[in-house]
Structures are given as structure tokens and as C-alpha cells.
């Protein structure tokens, strides 16, 4: 029996990390957004991938949850100084990735495989799988036109308007044949942003029905706390969406697929609206500073619906 | 009226740096071998052009020739524990400039514009032009088969036997459009490798040619001194094809192009010989070990045809 959990970056890998120091590498597959995937300088960069890999591998950046810890900026120093690109912070250690995955490309793997080779190479147990090894490209609409996901997200730092998010490819996108919906014990819907880091993994045809036929409970939980975004711009992108950036709300969001809807204790007061969707609630802590707090919190996700 | 300079990468880019010294951006331009480019991670690394350009911006490594001075390698760290390659040792700042290039290829960009940018970029005003933008691969042949230029000079240390160069994709490269054949006062061979280096040079259709219809003293400097390669592999290769290890025979190997070449103090003996072939000689100093033995031989060159 198989746990498997959706997610995005580094808010969702937090809880990632904490499924993983509790179900061991058999019992708990990580189901990656690949939406914020895109080509720089001929390398293929991926993320989320790349951030629940370094996150699980514990070599992450702590103060900035993507990235690595330790790192050093040669390399984009020189390519500052030479006029090059430099909005997206390529670390000289992460970079090595980069080329790294490039070789195993050029050796015909495709994310999937170069993903687990990676993930190998940094010691991790677990299975990382790319929602698809298809190219899917989140496009933010926005009043200036569309924007390439990584433009709007880091270069133009989430300040344009986003008035709808794309998945382009999505529709011809193949499902990852390695995920395990066959033994399914539960899904858990990670405190990621619903609408660029889950919706993307969702938009690949079959994911969905997948997930519903494996008839185990879904739990999400929420990356809204007390009205706000524990990181990142959910927030704002609910509220340019016209709804309000509310735990109730991301219920709502989740509502045609989610089973079970894990509440923070900031917003105790809302559980009973949540429960009145149709959907079984519990209580718990889910903003998390510390890896106890990962743990604690994958602990009670995990006894809510196992 | 302009010099030409040909020349591969280390030892050619010392009497290049040389001519600069001597000689005004618009009184001399540089025609690059390429036929050492390859592609690695899916980044275009072009190790003569690159090579010249770090010693004509004076950052390149004292101690190496190549790469450049003040380096780190955090990336072929992080690259070697993830089990990628890095016989091709690629520094963090050396990396940024093949970096920018993609860029700059991914903007449209062929190799001489790109070049230009880069140079540019470093503070260099002498025109530095790849014999072609189109690629130009040289191919070894070994008993054990074709090996790419950079598999058998930097992954095997020349450690095969070199049986035969050849050129791939030559006989269909354009000459770089670039080059300024018509107002040609010399050309200076420069004592780079005369098979890997100068060879590919004039592999390109065309150039033997437009170098002979300029009219002008073509002088070689020999890359052998006292039957010795001052840099590289040039000894072995020549014995391997089955000539000796002389200034004499680099003598009889641009006999068909050069008009003038330059015999070291070393091969004064030699002198006559290289003479009798039916070449223009001058003795010269032409091992440089300090900046001002490459400007002391760039003056003697260029008073020898000039």
C-alpha cells in the first residue's frame, strides 16, 4: 500500500520531507508539478522537481526553501558581468545539476528516469515522479498578455495581474506511466498553491479520474492560513481571481476531488463551513518552521485518513 | 591595410597577444580555428576562440594557457559527486561565457557574432573571426577508430595514436564572409599546431585561396623548436605521421601556402634548409616565456614581411 503525495515547490515540499522521515521509500510516492518547468541556456530546469529533491536530499537552502545550502555564485556573477541573463538565480552547485540532467537527456532519458538518477546521486530513497514526461507549461494570462511561467513567477516577481493560468501542452501531456494508482492507501494534496503547482499536475489527462478511481481518501491541505499565504503569492493570485484568498475558498478549490480537507488551527472557525462542503475535517498545526513541525503535521495528515 | 593572424588556442594565442601589443584593432584581425568546438551539457564550448579571447582580455590562466585566472570550480565539484563528467574541466566562470553564448545562439546569433559579443563583453577591440560559422569537427583517427577532437586531446591526453586528421563538415563550411582578404599587407601563421590547429584553417573552401590571391608575405612560426614541441602534442603527432620532429619539416608543411617563415635561434642550423625549400627566413627568439617576448617576437614577424 502506497501513499502518494501531490506537490509543488517549496511549500509543499515541506510537508514532503516530513511524509518522508515518516513512511519509509515503499510506502510513499511524491507526485511533482512540472508546469513551472522551462528551458535557460539550453538546460532543461525543473523546480519543483529540483526543490523536492534538494529538500529530501537535505541540502536545500533553509532561508530560501529552493536552492542549495552552501552555495557559491560564480557563475552568475561572470554571466552578470558578460550582460547575460541573470534573473533566474542559477547557484554554481544547482547548476551542476543542470548539466547533469543534460547528459542523462543526451543520453535519452527522459525526465522521469533523469530524475531518479539525480535523486540517487543525492542519496534519496523515495521515488520523485514528474507528473508527466511531456512538456506542460503553466502561461500566466495577464493584462499585458501571456507571461512563460518562470517570467511572471521570478523575473517580474508575481507583480502583474493574473487574470487566468494555462497549461500549455497539458492536453497531449501522457500521464506518468510510473505512478502507482493501482495500490493506493491515501493521496495527500500538499500545502502547495492550488492553482500553479496542483492545477497543473490535475490538468493531465487521466490524473483526475486516476486519483478518484483508486477510491482511497484524498486530503488536502491548505498553503492559506488566517487569510494569507504562508509563502509565496497564493494570496494575491486569489484575490486577482476574485475570490477570497481564504482556507474555505481552497476547499472550495479542491472540492470536486478532495475526500478529506486538513484545517489550521488559525482557522478553527471555518471548519465547520468546510465540513458543510461534504468534506471530513480535522484540526492541526500546519504552518511549519521546524522539521518537527514537518513531521508532526505529516503524522496528522496521515492518522486523519489512514 | 591589416595582418591576418591564424591561430589555434595556447600556443598561437601568445604571439597573438603579442601582435596586439604591436598592432591597432583595425590593423590586424584574427581567423580562429573551430575545428576543436564540441558540444558538452548542450552548451556550444569553443576552446581556441575562448582561448584567445581570455588572453587577449589578459584573464586567462598564467599557469595553463587556457581557462582563466582566478577561477573556482564549484560546479565540476558538484558535477563530479553526481557522477557527471568533468574530463572537460569547465571552471565556474569559464562556464559563464558558454552560458552567454547559448543565449546568444538561442537569439539568432551565429559563432562570429556571438564571439563578437563576447570579446566585446571583455573588453577586447581586435576583431577575433572563427574560420566559419558553420561546424567543423576534427576527427582523429586511431587504431582503435575516429575519436572527436576533444575525446582524444583533453579526455585521452593524446594518448592514441594519431594515425590521420580529418575535417568533418569542412568541405561544406562557408568561410567566414568576415574575413578581409582584399587588403592584406601579411599573414602570420602562427606557431599553433600545424595539423589540429592551422590545418583546419585552411581546410575551409576557399581560404587557402584567398590567402595566396592577397599577394602578400605569408610567414609561419614554427610551433617546434629544437626538435621539440614548445607546448602540446605537436612531437608526438609529427612521429606518429611518420615525419620528424623539426622545424624543417613545419617548414615543408606550409610550403605550399607560407612565403616566409621564421626559424628559432635554437634551429639556427636548420636555417639553410628551410631556405633551400624556397622560403624567405629570419631567425627569431620564438620560445615566449614573458609578455615582453611576445611582443619582442610580434616586432621581429612583423619587420621580417612588412
Not at 48 to 61: C, F, K, P
Not at 63 to 84: N, Y
Amino acid at each position: 500500500m502506497t501513499v502518494l503525495a501531490l506537490t509543488g515547490g517549496v511549500g509543499g515540499a515541506k510537508l514532503a520531507l516530513g511524509l518522508a522521515r515518516v513512511l519509509a521509500p515503499d510506502q510513499l510516492v511524491f507526485v511533482v508539478n512540472t508546469g513551472d518547468d522551462f528551458e535557460h541556456f539550453g538546460l532543461h530546469i525543473s523546480p519543483d522537481v529540483d526543490t523536492l529533491t534538494y529538500t529530501l536530499a537535505e541540502v536545500a537552502n533553509p532561508a530560501t526553501g529552493w536552492g542549495r545550502a552552501d552555495e557559491s555564485w560564480h557563475v552568475m556573477e561572470t554571466l552578470q558581468r558578460l550582460g547575460g541573463e541573470t534573473w533566474f538565480r542559477l547557484g554554481d552547485r544547482d547548476l551542476a545539476l543542470h548539466l547533469r540532467r543534460r547528459s542523462l537527456f543526451d543520453q535519452g532519458m527522459g525526465l522521469t528516469a533523469a530524475t531518479a538518477a539525480l535523486a540517487n546521486g543525492l542519496g534519496i530513497r523515495h521515488r520523485i515522479l514528474p507528473m508527466s514526461d511531456d512538456p506542460v507549461r503553466t502561461q500566466v494570462q495577464t493584462p499585458q498578455g501571456a507571461l512563460a511561467f518562470q517570467h511572471y513567477f521570478v523575473r517580474d516577481r508575481c507583480e502583474p495581474t493574473a487574470l487566468a493560468f494555462e497549461f500549455a501542452g497539458a492536453e497531449s501531456a501522457k500521464l506518468n506511466p510510473a505512478i502507482p494508482f493501482d495500490a493506493l492507501q491515501a493521496v495527500v494534496i500538499c500545502p502547495s498553491n492550488p492553482y500553479v503547482s496542483v492545477d497543473p499536475i490535475l490538468a493531465v489527462p487521466g490524473m483526475r479520474a486516476a486519483l478518484q478511481s483508486a477510491g482511497c481518501p484524498i486530503v488536502a491541505v491548505s498553503p492559506i492560513v488566517g487569510g494569507a499565504a504562508i509563502k509565496g503569492p497564493t494570496a494575491k493570485m486569489m484575490r486577482e481571481l476574485g475570490v477570497h484568498a481564504t482556507t474555505l475558498e481552497v476547499a472550495k478549490h479542491y472540492l470536486s476531488l478532495a475526500t478529506h480537507f486538513v484545517v489550521d488551527e488559525v482557522d478553527a472557525r471555518s471548519r465547520d463551513a468546510v465540513a458543510a462542503l461534504g468534506l471530513e475535517t480535522t484540526i492541526a498545526q500546519t504552518v511549519m518552521r521546524t522539521l518537527d513541525d514537518r513531521i508532526t503535521l505529516a503524522r496528522a495528515v496521515l492518522a486523519f485518513v489512514l
